[in-house]
């Protein structure tokens, strides 16, 4: 089974911080994904990577920016919260044409 | 701008009949389509997807239908089950692109009575 983990299950910033987001998946998956969760909106891809080192920007990529040094970990930074970037962020992988995307259970990001 | 749409927010279904959950989108682009259901404090999980070369997919109770003049597609679960009650998402892709990127629906909470 693929296994998709993400580092904290909830957490709590202030305005300001400096804010890691970890993800690990261990399939050897070349995909990984990083999208936020909002109630009507469902889900909004912030960026994701297809290689090492590789990334490219989603349809909301303002405020966040990410990081993939290792092929199982994918990680999003926000360089300064702010309390409109309260919301869920969900990571996910897929491996090469297929379509289908693995998902973390979800971190729940409060910024105060 | 949303490109894929879900407009019903939620859904109530008894349990045992039939649970239809809609789906329009705009970019004529899109030629792959899934359904994720999402738990409470759970990520998403895959459940069923279509191509665009294909207007139905059947997995178990699970069928998924696409109409591609109308931007149309809909998941149909027969029988319903108190355990599906769940958020829904359909997704759509842009073809064969770096990564597959999916764009998702707003999601319908369904509710299956017992």
């Known amino acids: 089974d693929v296994k998709v983990t993400q580092s904290s299950r909830y957490l709590v910033k202030r305005t300001g911080e400096k804010v890691f987001l970890e993800c690990v998946q261990d399939?050897?998956?070349?995909?990984m994904f990083w999208y936020r969760q909002d109630p009507g909106l469902g889900l909004r891809l912030i960026y994701f990577s297809y290689d090492v080192k590789m990334k490219e920007k989603g349809d909301i990529p303002e405020g966040y920016s990410v990081s993939r040094e290792k092929k199982e970990r994918f990680s999003l930074i926000l360089e300064s919260a702010s309390t409109n970037q309260t919301s869920m962020y969900l990571c996910?992988?897929?491996?090469?044409?297929?379509?289908?995307?693995?998902f973390g259970p979800g971190t729940r990001l409060t910024v105060t | 701008d949303q490109q894929v749409k879900q407009n019903s927010p939620s859904l109530s279904v008894q349990e045992g009949r039939i649970s239809i959950l809609n789906c329009d989108y705009t970019?004529?682009?899109?030629?792959?389509f899934l359904w994720y259901k999402k738990y409470p404090a759970e990520g998403p999980t895959f459940l069923i997807s279509i191509s665009s070369i294909k207007d139905k997919n059947e997995d178990g109770r699970f069928t998924v239908f696409l109409n591609k003049s109308a931007k149309h597609l809909s998941l149909h679960i027969v029988p319903s089950q108190p355990g599906d009650s769940a958020v829904y998402f359909c997704?759509?892709?842009?073809?064969?692109?770096?990564?597959?990127?999916?764009?998702f629906g707003g999601g319908t909470r369904l509710m299956v009575k017992p």
């Open positions: 399939m050897d998956h070349e995909n």
């Open positions: 970019n004529s682009m899109f030629d792959y």
């Open positions: 996910a992988s897929s491996s090469g044409p297929i379509y289908e995307q693995y």
């Open positions: 997704a759509a892709s842009r073809g064969a692109r770096a990564g597959n990127m999916l764009t």
